[in-house]
């Protein structure tokens, strides 16, 4: 499978524990996104990577969040401290130089008890 | 960034040409239309994308009219499995498609 991968695709985890999630793009996508999907909304856009430079983080991306791209390959998020509010899906998207169109992960889903 | 105006939810029955308009009132010259598909518990499916006039893939159809304000996804004789949320997204393609609103999508249900 040559799609975008994220892993794990859930966890459950305790209020105030960390977690990360990883996201391996597509071969040779320059471009990473990460998107956050709540019960009811549609995607909601938390930062965008070129190769390796965060280049955008959007207001929800709280100081507890944090996302890397080492090497501009995989990428991970890091929520820490977790809080009730953050359980969503986390998605992960990658796009071509080229700019035609975003591909997405099958996501990673949160649970904060 | 545009946003867009689509119906919360529509219901079909098999068989069935459905039509699911989107109103995109403030679209840039430099904008393109794009719509995904979501099932529940996967990530947004890319569909079809256009410019101006229509688009026809193997999935369906995108009509866009001159004043380019508004667009028409049209799933030809659908079937159950066509259930799913759909999203316009309205954007200039490159750097700032990601960063496009998805809104609430609009909720199809295909009846037997």
């Known amino acids: 499978d040559t799609g975008v991968s994220q892993d794990p695709r859930h966890k459950i985890t305790k209020r105030g524990q960390n977690v990360t999630f990883r996201c391996d793009p597509i071969s040779e996508h320059n471009r990473l996104y990460w998107y956050r999907q709540t019960l009811g909304q549609g995607p909601e856009f938390l930062t965008y990577f070129q190769n390796e430079a965060q280049l955008e983080k959007s207001r929800l991306l709280s100081d507890r969040f944090s996302a890397e791209r080492p090497k501009g390959s995989f990428s991970t998020l890091e929520i820490q401290r977790t809080e009730q509010g953050d359980s969503a899906m986390y998605l992960c998207?990658?796009?071509?130089?080229?700019?035609?169109?975003?591909?997405f992960g099958e996501g990673s889903w949160l649970t904060v008890v | 960034l545009a946003k867009t105006t689509q119906p919360i939810s529509m219901d079909s029955y098999e068989g069935q040409e459905v039509n699911i308009t989107c109103s995109h009132n403030?679209?840039?010259?430099?904008?393109?239309i794009t719509w995904y598909q979501q099932f529940p518990s996967q990530g947004p499916r890319f569909i079809i994308q256009g410019y101006k006039t229509k688009v026809t893939n193997e999935v369906a159809s995108l009509f866009i009219p001159a004043d380019r304000k508004s667009s028409t996804l049209s799933l030809p004789r659908v079937s159950l499995s066509d259930t799913a949320v759909y999203y316009c997204l309205v954007g200039d393609r490159g750097s700032t498609l990601g960063r496009l609103y998805f809104g609430r999508g609009t909720q199809l249900t295909v009846w037997p």
């Open positions: 998207a990658s796009e071509p130089s080229s700019g035609n169109t975003i591909y």
């Open positions: 403030n679209i840039a010259t430099n904008d393109y």
